[in-house]
């Protein structure tokens, strides 16, 4: 049977992952994922494919009233409501994202750790900060296989691969076979899986480091041979809204009931 054995979310797009026991499901999302994101020097976004220690700052987000909280490496942190400044458009894979920069020390605090000037955006609505679509699965049992690949280190943590939901009780891979299906998890949320997810260069990175350690793109290749990419893990839409908590059940719903809003590719 599976279950959900973790909930991943990122408050702040890159940076260190929350671990909440329960979440809220809208049909856009987690409302609580990737609210926020960066901005480099250059005007674009800036994640941890360009400057992989991001992961070393933790965030955490209160979204009522609106709250937020850095906490850097060597303890020091900084706290206060979500207060709103100039308006901004950052391209997010093919998007325009419509938000607006955090007044305050935030951008001080993060142009100091990033050594170039950074800011920090609040999107103007909740979940549009992914990459291509709200809600990401992947198995333990995928990563254990992954972990028994020739060359492969002893163990990949979960965190590498940043996944809202970590499933357990899965054949490894088994998410795969999902593309195009329903599956329900909890007792309300319904997910459609539409696609494979491509991975990139984050999963070399060590989670909590941020520090490039391992060519994990090139191990799942050597299993999982594509000429597009090393795909890991699944995605998916919400078609109903739900809570989801540690331990709920993940089923194929039978029916298969529910609008598909996005294409099955891959």
Not at 39 to 51: A, D, I, W
Not at 121 to 138: A, G, K, M
Not at 141 to 165: D, K, Y
């Amino acid at each position: 049977m599976a279950t959900v054995g973790a909930i991943y979310t990122a408050p702040v797009k890159s940076l260190g992952l929350a671990h909440p026991e329960a979440v809220r499901v809208e049909p856009w999302g987690i409302t609580e994922d990737r609210r926020f994101h960066l901005v480099g020097s250059l005007g674009t976004l800036l994640t941890q494919r360009e400057m992989g220690r991001l992961v070393q700052i933790k965030a955490e987000y209160e979204p009522e009233p609106e709250r937020l909280r850095l906490l850097f490496p060597g303890g020091s942190g900084l706290e206060g409501p979500v207060e709103m400044g100039a308006q901004v458009v950052t391209q997010i894979w093919g998007r325009n994202v419509a938000g607006r920069v955090l007044s305050g020390d935030w951008n001080a605090a993060l142009s100091g750790f990033c050594g170039q000037a950074v800011r920090l955006v609040r999107s103007d609505q909740p979940c549009q900060c992914y990459d291509e679509y709200p809600i990401s699965l992947v198995s333990q049992a995928s990563i254990e296989g992954l972990s028994r690949q020739p060359g492969a280190p002893a163990g990949f943590e979960a965190r590498r691969f940043r996944p809202n939901f970590l499933l357990a009780g899965c054949g490894p891979h088994e998410e795969d076979s999902w593309i195009g299906a329903v599956v329900r998890v909890g007792e309300e949320l319904l997910v459609r899986v539409v696609a494979r997810d491509p991975r990139c260069a984050i999963t070399t990175h060590d989670p909590q480091s941020g520090i490039r350690d391992i060519d994990t793109l090139r191990l799942i290749l050597s299993y999982r041979p594509s000429s597009r990419a090393a795909y890991f893990g699944v995605y998916g839409v919400v078609e109903r809204s739900g809570t989801v908590s540690l331990g709920d059940e993940v089923v194929l719903h039978p029916s298969g009931e529910g609008r598909l809003n996005y294409p099955v590719t891959r």
